[in-house]
Each structure stands twice: as structure tokens, then as C-alpha cells.
């Protein structure tokens, strides 16, 4: 491609034609305040409204500023971007917005990390000139997601991420001009819409008008309850991003910090959710193997592909979008409910504590979980498998509250008997991984052969849909693979008209899987971010001396000493579920 | 074929419709019959006349007799005293409001005298909702000598050369703007006629597709054909059902006649045009903000690049035309680009319409050259000031527009001159302010437009022109400073500066000229908490003139917050802290003692 | 937005069903089908809506945000007689807005509005393009031409006669 | 109605079609045409001018003569009646008196053709009738 020269801030720069101004300066360390633009461009994702002005810059030539995100540069394009114009536009800009803004920063969910805040304060704003009416709109909490409107700034990320990424449709532009804000059909609250909990409104949100449901305090209360017993499992995407809240570089794994962290925090039990994602490996691929060699033997009947049941957002979306294709996932509840349905039978049986007062807590890279252990199928006489869910950023909130000094801490081990994981549990947190880990040990059972290479890089990468074929001994297995849940309404499509055929195949909600889920620390549109939390996944995979989920001891103890074997009866009323039809809308016909 | 020695034409314009010119033409229909005059006279009705302030308009020809502001029950007269015994209806005539005269023949009328009229050639003339009226005006002619006589490229010279600019505001050259849409590649592209003519005050592009629906549809076709377009669509806003009808009725009939369709005139040449309807969006008149609506969106418009041209409808190369631009292509394409350009001024060919509208004694619709000045329009034009008052501004450019001047009275109309005074062509409409009206809430009025019409995708027209507006209720309020007057002037300077699209960056258009130009009666309201036009409710005080009162308690009686005290027979007085100003006390009295302040 | 779920009829419904096929369900036509679905009910209930999304296939959120966007589509049920008030900038300087007020004061209801006997609606529009006839009011189909804020009374009366 | 399959059909029927609104059009551009002005008043309808002015309107058509044929009130000639008044472009107008069928056939042959003048005009000091 050709390249375009030109001059910004006196400074000369060659980019290629096609680039923005926005980008060009970048390439020169010229860093153009931004607020609605948003580009994970790993993933293919980008916000570029170029609605909020934030980024305008003067171009020679050119009547009024230029928005430097959505301009491209042109031949001996001369651009400034400080100048008094600039600066005063920019600042007025900064200040209208604030000027329709609650000014509650201190109490704000999102302060310390808010993007409104921080180009308040880089811009210098001391007072708002403006002022005038605000717009008020009520406030929706829903199981996962708290909307506050009022501090929605149009930047539509929200909407962005909704409708074109994940397709879900719950979030909409209404209303115009001063009246205009995202929100949900007919300002309805979240719990009545399509909304799937995945979170990603919330993790690209610059402020705090979408924020998640905060649950540290009920368990600051339980941990300091004498009478209960409180266990806390942590998903594998958790370890890979924790540390960048306290200042670590993306991708340092804080594992053994995080267990300490926990256990300093007055957790009872500190074990891991990679144990049940290793239980979810033996019945999902078991129940992966029963419908293969139906299949192989002939059963028409059989429902292939069989999908992957673990992301509490995709079970979302096919109940409300695909709910004639619910046969087709695999039964395996999620290793969030094997762990809770486990620990609150199997595990306080060994302790001998009763269900109700052993509290199991859960630390998810995800908004999703919060709502999925309310689910009133995951409750024996109303008392929930998993009590509550917190995400990572509610976990390091609360280490900073106790006053743990996390990056001093020692490394330590998660306790037993749930807490001993193999590889192949770690990399559920990315996308790949759980069909990695399915793979590795379907092919052992099915071929009753040991696998020299454990890697299987061709269901590794970013992409947004992924296929491949593994030969299983002779056998041709075809897997695919989505994640954002845009991608995985396409893969269904491809399914349900015929133009794919897979055996399997795995869909998480959020892009880049669980390392990008809706709880995560905020990436704030640099995708390096997950790409680093990614290769930390599977280095953490690569440490590990057992890497295949049937070789975890502690599993193999539980089928011998519970379970008795996978899909067993036990299995099946602890450890799977059913899906139901949510597509149905009420509307009312006389 | 009976020949007909009189043709009534009867307007069949929105505004004459509204004020019954359906019952008149059904109460001629009554009287020829009745007289047995069916084989020598024949109604027409016909798009707007123009002269709206007299609706509804009988027009009699041959003799061009104009009659204006007919009722039903005058037809008869009409019929009998006009058609059969020669005699005009004087009492029908137009009074030239100068020399108290009646004028007969609209040729005569100041109104019609400095117009050319191009774009509404066929308004007032003919029948829209028959094709062969059309056709028989050279409908349709201009497309054929294009098909066969003319290659794309000529087309586009001949429209280039001709200097015609975007009607709508923009002022585009029209031939620019097709050939870029020519020279993009691709398998289907689009001709979009933008008939959502938003500027309140503005009814050109309606009163065209009303009553010459055939030449926007032609115009279309030629434009498709330049491009390589074989589909049209015309945007026209929902709330025109007459305009919207007319246009379905003059499609099909194109359709019919093998006008529209395939193979054009045996040429090979495939266009054909469906509707699309607005849905109350004034900023759909900008050309993404457009676009997007066609394709069931929210009206918001996008950043360009990428233009309509390279990707517009469905992604498709696209070019967007406003309706009055379109009507005037055929007519250049058969007169010929000098003939066109022959009119108006160096930079602006042509003739441009205008809705005049406001305190004028001549409301109407009228199309004059290029270059004609504001004095000629309002003074000659529009006959001037309305109840004898004295002009104080013109707002031209709707919303987007500026406040003009007694100064400004005698500048050459035309794109560049508009713009150096600082208001804009925009669509045309051109609403007269008399001393009555305060420069302040006026713009208050075109900011409150603005803030409704947003469509809040950019910060600085969702927040800054609610803000503007604010600071304006405050100073309308008497509760602004002086420091306000210079927060105004930043605000709009960022907001033209910043807004995405053509309606935020001209939105603070109005306060800034009227800032420039009636700072004084900012000051005043700032200030001295006056409103020197008398305009702002918050600004008057209702006072008793004590020599005129005479006790009569009439006033203090209907005072409906009895701030009103004296006694029986002395002069009474108003409680001002108490007043709301509601105005009641002064439609009481008799003896003309309340006065505004 | 009123939480109480309307029933819809079912004859309606089969008729916004055919209107959106007869545009081939295509999310294109969302503003087509939207007009021709308020001419059928009147307004735009939500449950009009969410007929309207399953069929077009376009997310209910979306429906919304686009009936929310243009003026012309209302949620609310106009009144027997919609009154409609111009306040095009024509109508404007020859005084519409004391016109508006006299009717919001003469029927007690505000822009937007309709009386709780549902006979009357009331609304504003930019400019119907009859400004010789300046101020103008729309009742239905029929226009009011310089209309005072003294006609105001009248004019309601024909219609509470009705 | 068959379709219009080629250019010349459009302007075929274009010319077919223009009678329909050639009043109309002769009706725009009075000044560069004939004009001729019929008076209709009772006693001039009573010595014929009615029949006079149909002719004219029809016969003007038929010979595919440009001119804009009206009536008007009372020309003031009553003892000359029918009368008719022609105006050429850019000529003063003239005004006939006697006007019967015959009368009108060489008023249309030969001084709106030709400008060529014909018995029977009133030579009075003329003013032209409008308000």
C-alpha cells in the first residue's frame, strides 16, 4: 500500500494511506485524548462514532476541527493538535459532557478508573462553565449488571459491543438530542430483555453507567460470620489478570499471590475452579464421546456437534436466540455450579458441615456467574450451590480494602481436595481451551493411546471463528470455534443451514474467552492486554506436571469415592442441567 | 375534441387546499354544467401559484384574469359575470396595497414581476396528476435528448457548465457532485431525491413535487443515467400525504407510459424510483443522517469521508439531490448550460426559490434570479411590511441561518453573498421580522428548533445547543449577565467549531447573528432587564396610566391574583411583585389606562 | 412508558403481520412498517413493537430506539380529534405560541397529551407549508388558517358538539 | 395508453397533446402574440359576437395560428357591434367593427397572417379596456 507523508505538530510522519490522523500521531508518540473511540483491533472491534469531539484536531485548510479518529491522513496533510483552538474546544467539549454528568465521583464505582475522570484531569478542568438542566433516568440493577444512565456519555461502546459484537440487541440509542441515551427497549430493566449477562457493556464502559453488581460486602460479612464456613473457588482467568490491578504487568500470573491473598482474607477453604473445569472435562467428554460413537455407528438421531455448556452467557443467548437448537449442548453444567454442587455435598460431607452454613463463593473473570448461581435449578431447597459470585475487580477491591499488600505477599498452594488442578483445567480461561482440554483427554479414552504432544496449536489464536480437524487415531474429528457471541451466532447459522459440519465445538461469550470477560480489570481498548493474559494461560498450562483432566488424583477420588463414574446417575443430579425456552415474548392477542 | 375557450386553473397547493379550493372547483364544476358550458370551459387544478398570502387563486385564461382569496360561493359569479358575460369580478381582484388599484392580470402584479421561474415553471400551470399535461410542456424531453443524443459525460459537462449548485442548502456544484458518483465503480448504485425539506418556514420542495412531480421524476431518470444508476428513491417527509400522493400518482403514470421503467424510450436504459418515507427528523436532511433513515435506522448522519457517492444507500454509490435542485436539470438540458447560466450572478446561476413568510404582506412561494436583492424581495415582492410596521430583520437559512439587517437590505442575493453577511441560503426560507420581534427570542425560538431536532450523536450539539438555548431563556428571563453574552459567543464558536454534522456546526448560527447584529438588545435585556421589542413576558411590567384610569375596578375585579387595588373612582395600582403578567387587566379596561412597560 | 401490558387484537395483529411481510421482513423497511403500523393502531404500543422486531428480525431495543428518534411515531394514543399545532418559524412570528397556550389552557393538558376523555390530543408541527395562512392549526385532516388565540374557544367547541 | 418506445413517439405525442394546453400556453407569453379581444357584452352577443368568437378560437386552431383569443365587456361601439379588437405584437391595436363570420375569416387571413388591413376599422380615439 502506498504511503502517506505528513506533518503533525511539526513533525514529520509516514504512515500508510488508510491510517487516521488519530493513529499517524500515535506512531509519534503524539497521544490524542479520546473518549467514545475504542479499538481492540486483535479482535476486530471498533468504536469510532466520532461523536464526543474529544479527539478534534486542526487540520491547514480545513473550516472547522477535525475529528482525528474517523480522519485519514491525506498527502502533506499538516495537522496540529495543541493548539489554543484545539485546546479550548477540547476542554469545552470535556466540560459539556461533565456539565450533564453527576459530579459523585468520590462514591462513583468507577473512580480511579474512569476515562471521563482521567481527561477531566488531564485536560486541567477546574470549573464547568456550562451548567444547566441533567438528565435523570432511573437506576436498573439486574442479578449482574447495575445501569445507572445517568452517567452514560454517548459514546455507544455499550451498544457497539451489544449489537454488532455480541448481537444480543439488549442496548439501543433512544431518544434524540438532549433525551438521547443507550439503553434497553422501552427503558425496561435489564432482566427483561435479551440481555445475556456476558458483561462486555460493562468492561468497555468509560464511566461508571454500567457497572457490576458488587457482592464484597455480603462477604466481608460472612467471612467475619463465626457460624459459617466460607470456601472460595477461583476461575482460570482470574490468576492471569488479578496483578494488573496492582500495578503488575498484563499478563504476570499471580497465582500463587492470589491463594494467599484469599487465605489472608479469612477464606476457610482456598480452592480452585480449575479442579471442576477437570470434572467438566469428563462429563462433557464423555457425554462428547457417548454421541460420537452413536454417531460413528450409525445413529442418525444423534445431536451433533455437541457445543460446550461452560459459558453462563452463551446458555444465555441460545435460551433466548436459538432455543430450537437446545438439545444440541452438552448437558455439563458449568465448572462454577460442578464446583458449588460438589463442595456443598461431596465436600461438606467430608467436613461435616451442613449445606446451608458452608458458604461457596466464587471468583469469576465474569458478570454472567452472578446471575448463573441464581439460577433456582442450582439450588437444593433454596439454598444456592454457589451463594455468590465477585468478579476480579471486586476480589482486588477487597484485597486493597483489608490492607493485604499483594505484590509482597508469598506464593502459596490452594488446600484440598478441590483445589489440585491439571493443565487442561487453566486453559478453560482462553479462548480454545476448553476444547483443548476436551481433546486431550477424549483422544486418550477414545483411542486408549497416550498423546505425545499435549499442544494442540491449531485451537489456539484470536480469531473470531476457528476450525479444525484432529485426527483421533484415524478418525477425522471436526471442531470449531467462536468466541464474542456475534461469532457464535454465525457458527450456528453455518450449522443450522448445513454449510458446516463440526463434531464439537466450543463458544465462549466474551472475545478472547473468560481472559476478556466482563469482570476482568478494564483493558480500556488496548487488546495487547488480552493477548498477554492469553500467553500467560498457557504458560501457567505448560507448568503444570499433570496437563490432561482424566490424570487429576483428586478427580479420579471423587468418581471412586462419589460419583462413581461420569454420567453415572450422581453425575447426572449434580452435575448436569437442562436449558429452557426464553424466546417466548409476552404479547398479549385477544 | 371539444375546444375549450377558457381553462380555470384552480391551485391545488396545500395552503389554497387547506382553505377549500376543492369545494371551489367542485362549485365551478356545478355552474358550467348548469350552464351548459362544459364544451368551452375546463378547470384545472394545478400545483401552487405562489401567492399564498391570497389563497386560494382562481386563475382565468386566456386573459390571465387572477383572482384571489375565492370562496365556493363566488364561483357562480365567476361563471356568469366572467365567462359569460365578459365582465370581470372586481371584488376578486388583487389590490396593489401602493396605489389601491386592481390589478387584473398577474403579469401586472408586483408579486410576479421580478420572478423568473424555472424550478416552479409548471406550478400554477398544470395539472400534476396528469402526465399528458406534462408531456405536452416537454416533459420527459430533456431524459430523451439525453438517452440518444448525449453520452453520460456530455450530461455531466453540460451541468457543470451550466454552474447549477445544490438547492439545499449546501450549494454543491450538481455536476461535480454526479460525476464523482460516476466515476465509482459498482454493481448497483442509487439516485436519492431528498425531499425532506425540513427548515420550519420552508415549503419549495413541496409545493415543486405538488405541482411538478414530473420533473423530478426526469430529473432522475437523467441523473441515474450519468452514474449508471438505474434505481431511484425519493425521501419525502410523511407529514406531505398531497405531495406524497401526487408523486405515486405521477410514478405509475410514467410507468405506464414507458417513461420510467425498463428500457427507456427503447433506449436500453432501466430506471425506475420508489418512495421512502421520513418520519419527522429534520436532521434527515443532511445526506448520511438520510441515508441511514432509508435503511430503517436512526436518522443520525456519519462522518465523511466516506461520501454518499463512494458509499451511500446499502453501501451502494450513491448521489443525493434535493428536489429543487432536480427540477431545474431538464430545463438546462433543453435549453442549453448558457442559457442557464446566463442568469444570476458570477458564482450562483440560476434562480433560487423562496418561501417568504413572516410579517409580509405578500406570504408566498417565489422564484427570483440570483443576484435579486433582499430589498427588491421584500419591498417589491413581498409588498412589504405587513399593518405598515417597520422591518427590523430577515432570517434567511431557516435554523441553520442569520439574522439580516436593515444593512444588508440592498446585498445581491446569492450563495457567497449570504454567507459573508454571516446567515446562509440554506433552503430558501425567508421569514420577515418586524420591530415587534425580539432579536433575542427569536433566537431562542431557532435554538429551542435545535435542541428538539438533535439527534444527540455528538457532544457539542446535544449538550452545547441545549446549553445555548438555556443561557438564552436565562437573558429572555432578564436573569442574564454580561458574562453570559461572551459565554454565548465561545460556545457557538466550539460548537460550529466541533459539531459532526451541517446542522450542529450551523445550529449556532442565529445567536451569533444576532449577536453581531442586535447586541443592543442584548445589553438591553442584560442590563437594563428590558425587552425593547416588547416581546419577553418575563421583561414587561403592567403599569395603570392614572390620568386615563378612572376607578371603574373593572380591571381589579378580574385580576385573577387581586394585585390590582384603589379605591372606587381614583386612579387603581398594580402590585408588581404580585403580577403574573397575565395580561387580563388590560383587555378589561375600557379607558385604554393599562399599559406594558 | 406505561408498565400495563395492552391486549392486541387479534385481526390487528394478522394485519401487521401481512404488512410486514408484504415488505419481506426485510430490517430495511423498519420506518415503512412502522408508518403503516401506526396507521393501523394509532400509535405504537410496545407490544405493536415487539410484533413488529420478531418479525423484521431487528432487536426490540433497536425498534424502540428507532420509534423513539422521529417525531412522527408516538407511544401514546392521540385523541379522537389530534390537534396539531404549527410552530414553523412562520407560524411562530405570527404568534402561534400564544395559540398553543390558549388550547393547552382551554383543554388542560400538556404537548404530547391527550384529554382523559381521549377526545382530544395535543402536538406541535415544524412547518405544514401553508405559511400564507399563518398560524396554523391542524385538527385531523382539517386546517385551521390564522387562527387567534380568541378562536381557540370556538374552534374546541365544534368538536365537543361532536 | 400504448408506451412510449422512442424519442420521436414522446415528441409525436408531445405535439399531439400541445392543442390541449396551447391556451395555456399562448395564454403565457401574451405579448408575442395576436391578440384578440371579442366584445361580449349583452348587445353584443344579441348581433352575434358569440358565434363570431367561437369561430375565431376554432378557425385560429385549425390554420395552427398562434393568438389568444378573449372576451370583454362593452367596447363602447354598440352602433358598430360585433366588434373585435387585434393586437399584434408590438403594434398598436386596432379595432373592427361589423364583425360577422365572413368578416372574421379575413380579419384571420389576412391581417393576423399578414399584417395586411382590412375594411371596417374603427378609427376612434381608442382605450384599451382594462381595470
Known amino acids: 500500500m502506498e504511503n502517506i507523508k505528513l506533518t503533525i505538530d511539526n513533525k514529520q510522519v509516514e ?120 438528565s435523570t433516568y432511573r437506576e436498573d440493577t439486574s442479578p449482574s449488571i447495575i445501569r445507572d444512565v445517568d452517567k452514560c456519555v454517548m459514546c455507544r461502546r455499550c451498544e457497539m459491543m451489544c449489537n454488532e459484537v455480541q448481537t444480543v440487541g439488549a442496548l439501543s440509542a433512544i431518544n434524540r438530542g438532549f433525551n438521547s441515551v443507550v439503553a434497553t427497549a422501552f427503558e425496561q430493566n435489564l432482566e427483561k430483555s435479551t440481555c445475556t449477562y456476558c458483561g462486555q457493556c460493562v468492561a468497555v464502559c468509560p464511566t461508571g453507567a454500567l457497572t457490576e453488581v458488587d457482592h464484597t460486602r455480603q462477604l466481608i460479612r460472612d467471612l467475619a460470620d463465626p457460624n459459617k464456613v466460607v470456601v472460595v473457588q477461583t476461575a482460570p482467568a482470574v490468576r492471569a489478570a488479578l496483578g494488573e490491578e496492582f500495578g503488575n504487568a498484563p499478563g504476570t500470573l499471580v497465582t500463587g499471590k492470589m491463594a494467599a491473598a484469599l487465605r489472608r482474607l479469612g477464606f476457610d477453604y482456598v480452592f480452585d475452579t480449575d479442579f471442576a473445569a477437570d470434572l467438566t472435562i469428563m462429563e462433557e467428554g464423555t457425554e462428547l464421546l457417548g454421541r460420537l460413537n452413536r454417531f460413528l455407528a450409525g445413529d442418525k438421531d444423534v445431536a451433533l456437534p455437541i457445543l460446550t455448556s461452560c459459558c453462563p452467557a452463551w446458555v444465555n443467548f441460545f435460551e433466548h436466540s436459538f432455543p430450537e437448537m437446545r438439545d444440541i449442548p452438552s448437558t455439563a453444567r458449568s465448572p462454577q455450579q460442578m464446583f458449588g454442587a460438589i463442595a456443598k455435598t461431596y465436600f461438606a460431607e467430608k467436613i461435616g458441615v451442613h449445606r446451608k452454613k458452608l458458604i461457596v463463593v466464587s471468583i469469576m473473570p465474569c458478570l454472567a456467574k452472578k446471575y448463573e448461581c441464581q439460577r433456582e435449578e442450582f439450588a437444593t431447597d433454596g439454598d ?207 | 375534441m371539444a375546444t375549450y375557450k377558457y381553462h380555470l386553473l384552480v391551485c391545488g397547493g396545500t395552503g389554497c387546499k387547506a382553505s377549500n379550493s376543492e369545494g371551489i372547483i367542485t362549485a365551478l364544476n356545478r355552474t358550467i354544467e348548469e350552464k351548459g358550458l362544459e364544451n368551452d370551459v375546463k378547470t384545472v387544478t394545478t400545483g401552487c401559484f405562489g401567492f399564498c398570502e391570497k389563497g386560494p387563486i382562481v386563475k382565468i385564461l386566456p386573459d390571465n384574469t387572477f383572482y384571489t382569496q375565492v370562496k365556493p360561493d363566488d364561483a357562480k359569479e365567476i361563471i356568469e ?34 420572478q423568473i421561474r424555472i424550478a416552479l415553471r409548471n406550478c400554477g400551470f398544470l395539472d400534476p396528476e396528469n402526465i399528458e399535461e406534462s408531456i405536452s410542456r416537454d416533459a420527459y424531453q430533456a431524459l430523451g435528448k439525453a438517452l440518444t443524443e448525449m453520452n453520460p459525460q456530455q450530461v455531466i459537462d453540460e451541468i457543470k457548465k451550466s454552474g447549477l449548485r445544490g438547492r439545499g442548502g449546501g450549494g454543491f456544484p450538481t455536476g461535480l457532485k454526479w460525476e464523482i458518483a460516476a466515476k465509482n465503480q459498482a454493481d448497483q448504485k442509487y439516485v436519492v431525491c431528498n425531499a425532506d425539506e425540513g427548515d420550519p418556514g420552508a415549503f419549495m420542495d413541496r409545493s415543486i413535487l405538488e405541482g411538478d412531480p414530473h420533473s423530478v421524476l426526469e ?144 406570504v408566498g412561494l417565489i422564484e427570483v434570479p440570483m443576484g435579486t436583492t433582499l430589498r427588491e424581495v421584500i419591498f417589491e415582492i413581498g409588498g412589504g411590511i405587513k399593518d405598515g410596521k417597520k422591518f427590523k430583520a430577515v432570517q434567511t437559512g431557516g435554523p441553520s441561518g442569520g439574522c439580516l439587517t436593515e444593512k444588508h437590505l440592498d446585498t445581491p442575493i446569492d450563495f457567497d453573498n449570504l454567507l459573508a453577511a454571516g446567515s446562509m441560503m440554506g433552503s430558501g426560507g425567508m421569514i420577515v421580522m418586524d420591530e415587534d420581534d425580539c432579536m433575542v427570542a427569536m433566537a431562542k425560538f431557532f435554538l429551542d428548533f435545535t435542541v428538539e431536532e438533535s439527534c444527540g450523536k455528538c457532544t457539542p450539539c446535544r449538550v452545547g445547543n441545549k446549553r445555548l438555548y438555556e443561557i438564552l431563556d436565562k437573558i429572555t428571563k432578564g436573569e442574564g449577565t454580561l458574562e453570559d453574552l461572551d459565554n454565548l459567543r465561545n460556545l457557538s464558536y466550539v460548537i460550529k467549531d466541533t459539531a459532526l454534522c451541517g446542522l450542529g456546526q450551523t445550529s449556532p448560527n442565529p445567536v451569533l447573528a444576532t449577536l453581531d447584529n442586535f447586541y443592543d438588545e442584548y445589553i438591553a435585556h442584560v442590563v437594563d432587564k428590558k425587552c425593547p421589542a416588547g416581546a419577553c413576558k418575563d421583561l414587561m411590567n403592567y403599569y395603570v396610566i392614572e390620568e386615563n384610569c378612572v376607578g371603574c375596578t373593572a380591571c381589579a375585579r378580574a385580576c385573577p391574583v387581586n394585585c390590582i387595588s384603589g379605591e372606587r373612582k381614583m386612579p387603581h395600582h398594580i402590585d408588581q411583585t404580585a403580577c403574573i403578567k397575565c395580561g387580563t387587566c388590560m383587555e378589561k379596561c375600557k379607558f385604554n389606562a393599562i399599559e406594558i412597560k | 412508558m406505561s408498565s400495563v401490558k395492552i391486549k392486541l387484537k387479534k385481526t390487528d395483529v394478522d394485519k401487521l403481520e401481512e404488512v410486514c411481510n ?141 | 395508453m400504448a408506451k412510449i418506445t422512442s424519442l420521436n413517439d414522446l415528441r409525436k405525442i408531445k405535439d399531439d397533446l400541445q392543442e390541449k394546453i396551447r391556451l395555456r400556453e399562448n395564454a403565457e407569453s401574451p405579448d408575442s ?59 398598436p391595436p386596432v379595432v373592427f367593427g361589423w364583425v360577422n363570420i365572413t368578416k372574421a375569416d379575413e380579419i384571420i387571413e389576412k391581417y393576423i397572417r399578414n399584417g395586411e388591413l382590412v375594411e371596417g376599422i374603427i378609427p376612434a380615439n381608442y382605450k384599451t379596456i382594462d381595470e
Not at chain 1, 500521531?25 to 483491533?41: D, E, F, G, R, V
Not at chain 1, 485546546?87 to 461533565?98: F, Y
Not at chain 4, 349583452?42 to 372576451?71: D, M, P, W
Request: net charge neutral.
Open chain 2, 81 to 114: 359575470e366572467h365567462i359569460i358575460k365578459g365582465r370581470k369580478v372586481t371584488r376578486l381582484l388583487y389590490t396593489d396595497p401602493e396605489t389601491k388599484k386592481h390589478v387584473s392580470d398577474s403579469k401586472h402584479m408586483g408579486f410576479y414581476q421580478k
Open chain 2, 219 to 362: 430529473a432522475m431518470a437523467i441523473c441515474g443515467y450519468t452514474m449508471g444508476a438505474n434505481k431511484g428513491l425519493i425521501y419525502i417527509r410523511a407529514e406531505y400525504p398531497l405531495a406524497i400522493k401526487r408523486l405515486k400518482i405521477a410514478i405509475k403514470q410514467a410507468q405506464e407510459y414507458g417513461l420510467l421503467g425498463h428500457n427507456i424510450m427503447g433506449t436500453g436504459f432501466d430506471f425506475d424510483i420508489e418512495m421512502r418515507y421520513g418520519a419527522g427528523a429534520f436532521v434527515c436532511g443532511e445526506e448520511t443522517a438520510l441515508i441511514h433513515s432509508m435503511e430503517g435506522e436512526r436518522g443520525e448522519p456519519t462522518f465523511k469521508p466516506p461520501f454518499p457517492a463512494q458509499s451511500g444507500y446499502k453501501g451502494k454509490p450513491t448521489n443525493v439531490n434535493n428536489v429543487e435542485t432536480f427540477a431545474n436539470v431538464p430545463v438546462i438540458l433543453l435549453k442549453g448550460a448558457e442559457w442557464f447560466s446566463s442568469i444570476g450572478t458570477e458564482k450562483s446561476k440560476g434562480t433560487k426559490v423562496f418561501a417568504l413568510a413572516g410579517k409580509i404582506n405578500n
Open chain 1, 384 to 590: 444456592p450451590d454457589v451463594n455468590y459470585s465477585l468478579s476480579t475487580r471486586e476480589l482486588a477491591h477487597l484485597i486493597k480494602q483489608s490492607n493485604i499488600d499483594f505484590n509482597h505477599l508469598p506464593d502459596e498452594d490452594f488446600d484440598n481436595p478441590l483445589g489440585e488442578s491439571t493443565g487442561a483445567g487453566v486453559i478453560f480461561g482462553t479462548t480454545g481451551g476448553v476444547i483443548e482440554a476436551a481433546t486431550r483427554t477424549a483422544y486418550e479414552i477414545q483411542t486408549g493411546k497416550t498423546l505425545k504432544k499435549v499442544d494442540f496449536e491449531e485451537l489456539r489464536g484470536l480469531e473470531g471463528i476457528r476450525s479444525a480437524t484432529i485426527d483421533f487415531d484415524g478418525t477425522p474429528i471436526n471442531i470449531g470455534i467462536a468466541h464474542g457471541l456475534g461469532n457464535a451466532r454465525k457458527l450456528l447459522e453455518s450449522i443450522k443451514d448445513g454449510s458446516n459440519k463440526f463434531h464439537a465445538i466450543e463458544i465462549m461469550a466474551c472475545p478472547g474467552g473468560c481472559i476478556g470477560g466482563g469482570g476482568q480489570p478494564f483493558h480500556h481498548g488496548d487488546s495487547s492486554i488480552l493477548k498477554a493474559r492469553q500467553k500467560a494461560i498457557y504458560t501457567e498450562d505448560e507448568m503444570k506436571t499433570l496437563r490432561k483432566s482424566h490424570e487429576n488424583p483428586y478427580i479420579i477420588k471423587l468418581y471412586e469415592e462419589f460419583l462413581g463414574k461420569p454420567l453415572s446417575e450422581k453425575a447426572h443430579q449434580l452435575l448436569h442441567t437442562h436449558y429452557f425456552d426464553k424466546s417466548k415474548k409476552e404479547i398479549f392477542i385477544d
Open chain 3, 22 to 162: 408484504s415488505f419481506n421482513n426485510d430490517p430495511g423497511e423498519l420506518i415503512n412498517v412502522l408508518h403503516k403500523a401506526q396507521e393501523i393502531f394509532g400509535y405504537l404500543p410496545s407490544e405493536v413493537q415487539e410484533v413488529i422486531s420478531s418479525k423484521l428480525n431487528v432487536p426490540v431495543a433497536k425498534v424502540y430506539g428507532v420509534v423513539t428518534f422521529y417525531s412522527f411515531f408516538t407511544m401514546t394514543p392521540k385523541g379522537r380529534f389530534p390537534i396539531s399545532i404549527c410552530t414553523g418559524t412562520a407560524c411562530y412570528v405570527r404568534g402561534a405560541e400564544k395559540v398553543l397556550d390558549e388550547f393547552k389552557k382551554e383543554l388542560k393538558i400538556e404537548v404530547g397529551q391527550t384529554t382523559a376523555d381521549g377526545k382530544f390530543s395535543l402536538s406541535c408541527l415544524r412547518c405544514v407549508g401553508a405559511c400564507g395562512l399563518a398560524p396554523v392549526v391542524m385538527i385531523g385532516d382539517k386546517t385551521y388558517g390564522r387562527v387567534a388565540p380568541d378562536d381557540v374557544k370556538e374552534i374546541i367547541k365544534t368538536y365537543n358538539d361532536l
Open chain 4, 33 to 91: 402574440l395576436a391578440q384578440i379581444k371579442v366584445g361580449m357584452a349583452t348587445s353584443g352577443i344579441a348581433s352575434g359576437a358569440k358565434e363570431v368568437f367561437n369561430f375565431l378560437v376554432e378557425e385560429l386552431q385549425k390554420r395552427n395560428i398562434s393568438a389568444v383569443v378573449t372576451q370583454t365587456g362593452d367596447m363602447g361601439y354598440s352602433y358598430a357591434e360585433p366588434t373585435i379588437e387585434v393586437t399584434l405584437p408590438g403594434k
Open chain 1, 15 to 134: 504512515v500508510p494511506a488508510g491510517t487516521t490522523i488519530l493513529e499517524a500521531a500515535k506512531k509519534i508518540n503524539i497521544h490524542i485524548p479520546t473518549l467514545c473511540y475504542m479499538s481492540l483491533n486483535d479482535m476486530h472491534i471498533e468504536n469510532k462514532p466520532g461523536g464526543c469531539r474529544v479527539c478534534v484536531v486542526e487540520v491547514e485548510g480545513r473550516r472547522n476541527l477535525a475529528p482525528s479518529c474517523a480522519t485519514q491522513v491525506t498527502e502533506g496533510m499538516v495537522v496540529k493538535t495543541n493548539t489554543v483552538r484545539v485546546l479550548n474546544a477540547r476542554s469545552t467539549v470535556v466540560e459539556l459532557i461533565l456539565s450533564d454528568h453527576p459530579a459523585d465521583c468520590l462514591i462513583c464505582a468507577k473512580n480511579g478508573n474512569c476515562e471521563l475522570q482521567t481527561l477531566a484531569q488531564d485536560l486541567g478542568i477546574r470549573k464547568i462553565t456550562y451548567q444547566g438542566e441533567q
